[in-house]
């Protein structure tokens, strides 16, 4: 007989599969983030009940749609993760820099050592 997966045992795992992909649990980071993972979870968890009560018996179509609409959201979910990773690389590479122009600075005697043209962040 099929089992239904209980509520919080998808989002553990995907929260458990983020953290070890970018090293931390994402959403403690971002409500956004923790929505989209719970919203995945909740159709997961619907769709396996449609499965499993044969609601999708000859409806191929309607399947598909509730794939699709699952894939999206986790689409969603993986966009937002990559975005809060940039966010975290501009504000490392922010920090390093800023430790190198204070270091150059120093023993230059410069207060603002950043030379024209240099970019104050990666672009």
Known sequence: MATIPDVGQIFGQIVNVTKDMVG???TTASAFARSQAQMI??????????EVAGEFVGDDERRKEYAKMIEDTALNFANTVRAMAVVEV???WNA??????SAIGAAAGIANPLPMGVPAKPV
């Open 24 to 26: 931390e649990d994402v």
């Open 41 to 50: 979870e909740q159709n997961a968890i619907l769709f396996a009940q449609m």
């Open 90 to 92: 501009e504000k490392l």
């Open 96 to 101: 390093v820099m800023s430790v190198v122009w």
